[in-house]
Structure formats: structure tokens, C-alpha cells
């Protein structure tokens, strides 16, 4: 049997004013909040070795994954990242002073911008994923591969309950 671990304490001192059947979601859901704030701690580390942080490594993945020959607007890019406008334009302002994304005119809309992924963008977040993954090998460590696969299944079932129906990744186009 595993180690008592702080949600099992946590879930021992709010059982004498919460009933075990009230408080048995936290048996899932604060370890699932714990690991994410290690998970997004051991991300900022990796991608700051390369000055980045993970709100700007969403934007250049965003722009990878539209395609090499794709530019998107600001909108469809804080859309498909489920940010503010003002949030997404402060990240391309940092990641274009360091020539990691540029910007055109639209060529269709005067008042319209398009984003694309440079060379160097793209190799950057080439250089930071490889970082990162390395970094998310060492965290999944104690696990067997059996356990991940089982893992996986779980956490996509969780997902598919959580997330609308038939919602596949933003389209960016």
C-alpha cells in the first residue's frame, strides 16, 4: 500500500466536519492539482533555460502545429489558447522582439495582422520541448509503462467527461 501522502491528511482533517462520500473527489482531484503545479513548475524551469515561458511556448506550438506555410491572426490565436486579447498580444510582442514570430499585414484586411513562426521559433521550441520532455521522462520515472498506458486511459476518459463532446483540438484556420 502507498505512503500516506498531504491529500490523505488533508482528507483526514476534513473528515470530522465533511462525510468521506462529500470529500472522495479529492481522493482524484487535489493529487491531479498537485501534480499540475509540479508539472507547470518543472515546465517553466525547462523552458527558461531558453527565456521562455509556457504561455509563449503555447503560442509557438499553436503556430507549428497551423503549418509551416500558415499565418494566423492574433484572434485565432488567443482563441484556439484561450486567452485575452491583451494576453496574447503582449506574448507576440515579447516573442517577435526575439525574432521568433513575425508579423504581416492580412492581405485581405487593412487593419488585420498575421503571425507566423520563424526559423528560429521554430528551433527554439524544438530545443525547448526536447528540454521539457526530458524533464516530464524524469517526473513519470516511478511509474511502469503499464502504469502510464493505464494512466492515460483514465486521464482521457476524465477528459472526454469534462470537455464538450466531439471538441477536437482548436483548428486554427
Do not use: C
Amino acid at each position: 500500500m502507498a505512503q500516506k501522502d498531504w491529500t490523505d491528511s488533508l482528507l483526514d482533517s476534513l473528515a470530522g466536519s465533511h462525510s468521506r462520500k462529500e470529500i472522495e473527489p479529492y481522493q482524484v482531484t487535489a493529487r491531479l492539482s498537485r501534480i499540475a503545479q509540479h508539472l507547470a513548475r518543472s515546465q517553466e524551469e525547462a523552458f527558461g533555460r531558453f527565456k521562455l515561458n509556457r504561455g509563449e511556448v503555447g503560442v509557438l506550438a499553436a503556430l507549428l502545429l497551423a503549418g509551416s506555410d500558415r499565418k494566423l491572426s492574433p484572434t485565432q490565436l488567443f482563441q484556439g489558447l484561450m486567452l485575452s486579447s491583451a494576453g496574447i498580444t503582449s506574448r507576440l510582442d515579447r516573442l517577435e522582439r526575439r525574432g521568433y514570430v513575425k508579423r504581416s499585414r492580412h492581405p485581405t484586411d487593412r487593419r488585420g495582422v498575421l503571425v507566423s513562426l520563424t526559423d528560429a521559433g521554430r528551433k527554439v521550441l524544438h530545443q525547448a520541448v526536447s528540454a521539457d520532455a526530458t524533464a516530464e521522462r524524469q517526473l513519470l520515472a516511478g511509474l511502469t509503462r503499464n502504469d502510464r498506458l493505464g494512466l492515460v486511459s483514465l486521464l482521457k476518459k476524465l477528459l472526454a467527461g469534462v470537455e464538450p463532446a466531439g471538441q477536437d483540438p482548436p483548428h486554427y484556420g
